[in-house]
Antibody, heavy 117, light 112 residues
Framework: QIQLVQSGPELKKPGESVKISCKAS????????MHWVKQAPGKGLKWMGWINTYTGKPTYADDFKGRFVFSLEASASTANLQISNLKNEDTATYFCARGSGEGFAYWGQGTLVTVSS | DIMMTQSPLSVAVTPGESASISCRSSKSLLHSNGITYLSWYLQRPEKSPQLLIYQISNLASGVSGRFSGSGSGTDFTLKISRVETEDVGIYYCVQFLEVPPTFGGGTKLELK
């Protein structure tokens, strides 16, 4: 069955970096785009952007340009999200989600990143 | 960006009764290919969002037939029939017509 399994929770200090992974299984990784979605504590969902898993080209939403990097380890069917120079407002749960004509039919379980001094 | 507005913010429903949630977009979600790119998701407490409905009214795989979607253009409705305990959570509408995909603010469904 199709699964997206994300890495575990992270506790970081302001200014540090974090890398979150999303390992896909049950389908051909390069056939579907991978999207990233942010959910701040108690808040709604915000689309961060996506990465073309065939070409590796990332596309970022306006609010996520600069400190955010999407990357792939295609041989491992894994998509990564790296956030540098972490700020308090980056505290959130980050989801990966597989894109398709139906929208986001499959989601990872989410990774909580807490930024605190 | 296309703005998505949901109402109500929250709804309390007696188990077995029905509930409806509305979603309005700031522009028509009808693509020139004839498809309207409006989806509904349910996020149960402490869980990932789950796709319920796509393209206004298509039921996602494995989703109960108690969920149905309707609407056109800029106005859409999600109906939940015979509400059950497992339906508790926050419902989001999302548009996929344009980049960036944008989510409604969410509607919290609780049981009476």
């Amino acid at each position: 069955q199709i699964q997206l399994v994300q890495s575990g929770p992270e506790l970081k200090k302001p200014g540090e970096s974090v890398k979150i992974s999303c390992k896909a299984s049950g389908y051909t990784f390069t056939d579907y785009a991978m999207h990233w979605v942010k959910q701040a504590p108690g808040k709604g969902l915000k689309w961060m952007g996506w990465i073309n898993t065939y070409t590796g080209k990332p596309t970022y939403a306006d609010d996520f340009k600069g400190r955010f990097v999407f990357s792939l380890e295609a041989s491992a069917s894994t998509a990564n999200l790296q956030i540098s120079n972490l700020k308090n407002e980056d505290t959130a749960t980050y989801f990966c989600a597989r894109g398709s004509g139906e929208g986001f039919a499959y989601w990872g379980q989410g990774t909580l990143v807490t930024v605190s001094s | 960006d296309i703005m998505m507005t949901q109402s109500p913010l929250s709804v309390a429903v007696t188990p077995g009764e029905s509930a409806s949630i509305s979603c309005r977009s700031s522009k028509s979600l009808l693509h020139s290919n004839g498809i309207t790119y409006l989806s509904w998701y349910l996020q149960r407490p402490e869980k990932s969002p789950q796709l319920l409905i796509y393209q206004i009214s298509n039921l996602a795989s494995g989703v109960s037939g108690r969920f149905s979607g309707s609407g056109s253009g800029t106005d859409f409705t999600l109906k939940i029939s015979r509400v059950e305990t497992e339906d508790v959570g926050i419902y989001y509408c999302v548009q996929f017509l344009e980049v960036p995909p944008t989510f409604g603010g969410g509607t919290k469904l609780e049981l009476k």
